[in-house]
Nanobody, 114 residues
Framework: QVQLVESGGGLVQPGGSLRLSCAASGSFFSLYTMNWYREAPGKQRELAATIYSSGTTNYSDSVKGRFTISRDNAKKTVYLQMNSLKPEDTAVYYC????????WGQGTQVTVSS
């Protein structure tokens, strides 16, 4: 069974940075596409960033240019570096494998506020 465990969330001021980590269990991590979703209060869960097995990345318009997704296959870990954070980035961030029907972590809260 696959387990995904996020860490790195917290409270940060606008303009600040955070790095989220997601440690995965299971085999063949390097072969899977990994995603970061986020869910803000009162809003639908949004796909924020994707990294394919090739290393190619994709971002939503709302985070493009500010967030960077990366992976370390040896550590079975995917990261989300978040820079120039805005209050509207406040959300629970979820690590995911397999998109909406796949595996999810427990989520980590990111709050951007002065």
């Amino acid at each position: 069974q696959v387990q995904l465990v996020e860490s790195g969330g917290g409270l940060v001021q606008p303009g600040g940075s955070l790095r989220l980590s997601c440690a995965a269990s299971g085999s063949f991590f390097s072969l899977y596409t990994m995603n970061w979703y986020r869910e803000a209060p009162g809003k639908q869960r949004e796909l924020a960033a994707t990294i394919y097995s090739s290393g190619t990345t994709n971002y939503s318009d709302s985070v493009k240019g500010r967030f960077t997704i990366s992976r370390d296959n040896a550590k079975k870990t995917v990261y989300l570096q978040m820079n120039s954070l805005k209050p509207e980035d406040t959300a629970v961030y979820y690590c995911n494998r397999g998109y909406l029907g796949g595996f999810w972590g427990q989520g980590t809260q990111v709050t951007v506020s002065s």
